[in-house]
Nanobody, 120 residues
Framework: QVHLVESGGGLVQAGGSLRLSCAAS?????MGWFRQAPGKERELVVA????????YYADSVKGRFTISRNNANNAVYLQMNTLRPEDTATYYC????????????????WGQGTQVTVSS
């Protein structure tokens, strides 16, 4: 069993920045962030493999969001800049034993979610 603990969500004005953190209880392979807004389907936002060599960014966040990880701490981070109201959602940290599975939304463990609200 892998436990994921997220932090860093909050309320920010459009154009502002937030940094999300997720700590895993053990070393995990692929890590990523999904988000789900009310009335919308959950979507993969960013993902990164263990070595940090392969990353994925949804088109809507390219150039604004950056994923990184620190394997010494079993942690993954999401730096979100130039936030927009449409980024408002609950953000979930997730892990998968395979990057390919994560890209399909097939994750093995999920965090409890952290709310990000961007005001206009």
């Amino acid at each position: 069993q892998v436990h994921l603990v997220e932090s860093g969500g909050g309320l920010v004005q459009a154009g502002g920045s937030l940094r999300l953190s997720c700590a895993a209880s053990i070393a995990v392979y692929a890590m990523g962030w999904f988000r789900q807004a009310p009335g919308k389907e959950r979507e993969l936002v960013v993902a990164i493999d263990y070595e940090g060599e392969n990353t994925y960014y949804a088109d809507s966040v390219k150039g604004r969001f950056t994923i990184s990880r620190n394997n010494a701490n079993n942690a993954v981070y999401l730096q979100m800049n130039t936030l927009r109201p449409e980024d408002t959602a609950t953000y979930y940290c997730a892990t998968s034993f395979r990057m390919a599975a994560m890209l399909k939304g097939e994750c093995d463990y999920w965090g409890q979610g952290t709310q990000v609200t961007v005001s206009s």
